[in-house]
């Protein structure tokens, strides 16, 4: 199965990012009998016409390095556990039809909405007086005049009108060409702001309406289990100089947004929308500094982003009867709210509840262990024990670009996502930051007693540990990185098991 992932807009992107963490840690899509959804490919695609957004840089570099990495670690395979598990895939990567001509990228082509000014693109100049008149009525003298390759500046007025020429793009029909039965697709926006308020429904009705257009597969994408995450209003911005973007002006916005979604997505009368989950926070973030565009847009990373990137997960591990009729076409929408066991400020583990921990708590201590392993362990073991076993871990391994990818892009990524999350006013604090005693590493989490107090977890132990798991395993001559991974990880389970508290 793949799993069609529009991100859209802003918020789109930090999702993303946050996604593409948790499977980095290893966290995988499962049923509702937790046992990992076989044969899964995760095809994200970016839809924002600010190509400038530091956050979307940032999540299309990140999603670059996790292909390499988990490219070397396990090739095409689908059903793998451990580190980058979930394979992730460019939409070009996966195209049959070499007569479409998309780029290699996970960013949509939105070249013919981001180049104008949205008077431009409606062709304004060229409209008769009676027309004109329309527009204006419609269209602030600001809109008319906003540059789109900053976005859509918080008005979906605008983003509805260019996003519709979505229908009719090249990667529009390359994903409408490899999409197949049993594939499904989930889109990612915010309901608040421009870009991702416009775009997602636009695109749901283009994809129910495919039969009206000249793509294939369009009874297939008629009949598509289709899912979103639509995240309401949970950041706070400072005063700017202009008002095109006003705090003021979300909850208004997603109020008549959310009118508009249940006419169009998730009314009683339609079948549009098979699912969808809904995400907010009322505690507003530390503010986020003013812009509107220009200046690239770097935010915190946030609790929300972290909970919603869960949702296609939940998604894709639903099954079809919940779905779908027995003739395959869409059941009446079904919705998701999420909710903290605790409604603290300072968030950590057991206040995320048992389903959120089952998922993800085991494959972030893990990953988190790896990092400070990698920071502070791995290098001096080098020339002694399990790196020396064939294939043997050497010096020059450290030079690699998997090595430099890994810890110079992935690591320095999770880094800052990690110290983000803890620094946002909703506080994500699942680890102690700054701590690279492993054994204190996990917030309020401790190790667990043994008959001269707590058991100890540091590099000499995991070093036992691999050491002992290397001399039963066997890896080609090609799988070096493959082996450093796959022991740090089979060697954290059993530490994580026998070491920790278990809260759960």
């Not at 793949?2 to 966290?27: E, P």
């Not at 039969?211 to 639509?230: H, M, Q, Y």
């Not at 995991?462 to 082996?483: C, G, I, R, T």
Request: aromatic share 10%; net charge negative; glycine share 6%.
């Amino acid at each position: 199965m793949r799993l069609f992932i529009f991100a859209i807009g802003g918020t789109g992107s930090r999702v993303l990012k946050s996604m593409l963490m948790l499977s980095a840690a290893g966290v995988r899509p499962v049923d509702e009998n937790g046992v990992p959804v076989p044969n899964l490919e995760l095809v994200p695609i970016i839809i924002d016409p600010h190509k400038a957004n530091e956050d979307l840089k940032r999540t299309e570099a990140l999603l670059n390095s996790y292909r390499m990495i988990r490219n070397r670690l396990y090739g095409n395979r689908t059903d793998v556990d451990g580190f980058f598990a979930n394979r992730i895939v460019t939409l070009r990567e996966i195209m049959r039809d070499s007569s479409i001509q998309i780029n290699d990228t996970f960013i949509f082509n939105l070249s013919a909405v981001e180049q104008n000014k949205f008077r431009d693109f409606i062709g304004y100049d060229t409209m008769n007086e009676a027309n004109q008149a329309l527009a204006s009525l419609l269209f602030s003298d600001e809109q008319l005049e906003n540059k789109m390759n900053i976005g859509f500046v918080g008005s979906p007025n605008i983003g509805s009108v260019a996003l519709n020429e979505i229908k009719d793009s090249n990667e529009f029909k390359a994903f409408a060409n490899v999409f197949n039965q049993g594939d499904r697709i989930f889109f990612i926006s915010s309901i608040f702001g421009g870009t991702g308020a416009a775009g997602f429904p636009i695109m749901v009705k283009n994809i129910r309406q495919a039969a009206n257009l000249d793509i294939s597969n369009r009874e297939v994408l008629r009949k598509a289990p289709i899912g979103g995450l639509t995240v309401l209003p949970y950041f706070n911005l400072e005063l700017g100089e202009d008002h095109r973007i006003d705090k003021a002006d979300f909850i208004v916005k997603t109020q008549s947004a959310l009118y508009y979604y249940k006419e169009t997505l998730t009314g009683a009368n339609d079948s549009n929308l098979n699912t969808i989950f809904y995400l907010g926070d009322q505690v507003v973030s530390v503010p986020y500094t003013y812009d509107p565009g220009e200046h690239g847009q770097r935010n915190r990373a946030h609790m929300v982003e972290l909970i919603g990137a869960m949702a296609p997960f939940k998604f894709a591990g639903l099954p079809l009867s919940q779905l779908c009729d027995e003739n395959g076409y869409p059941m009446p929408s079904s919705a998701y709210e999420y909710a903290l066991d605790r409604d603290v400020l300072n968030v950590d583990f057991k206040a995320m509840g048992s389903e959120t921990r089952a998922l993800i708590y085991k494959h972030l201590v893990k990953f988190h262990l790896l990092f400070i392993y990698l920071n502070t362990g791995f290098a001096d073991m080098i020339g002694q024990g399990f790196t020396n076993d064939s294939p043997a871990i050497k010096r020059d391994f450290m030079a690699s670009q998997f090595y430099r990818t890994l810890t110079d892009d992935i690591m320095k990524a999770y880094k800052d996502w990690i110290n983000e999350m803890y620094n946002n006013m909703r506080s994500v604090e699942i680890f102690n930051m700054g701590e690279w005693n492993m054994g204190k590493s996990i917030h309020d989490v401790n190790t667990s007693k043994g008959f001269l107090g707590r058991k100890s977890v540091d590099n000499n132990v995991f070093k036992s540990e691999m050491n002992a798991l290397s001399q039963k395993s066997n890896y080609s001559p090609d799988e070096v990185e493959l082996k450093l991974l796959d022991l740090f990880n089979r060697a954290a389970s059993k530490i994580i098991d026998e070491r920790f508290e278990n809260i759960n």
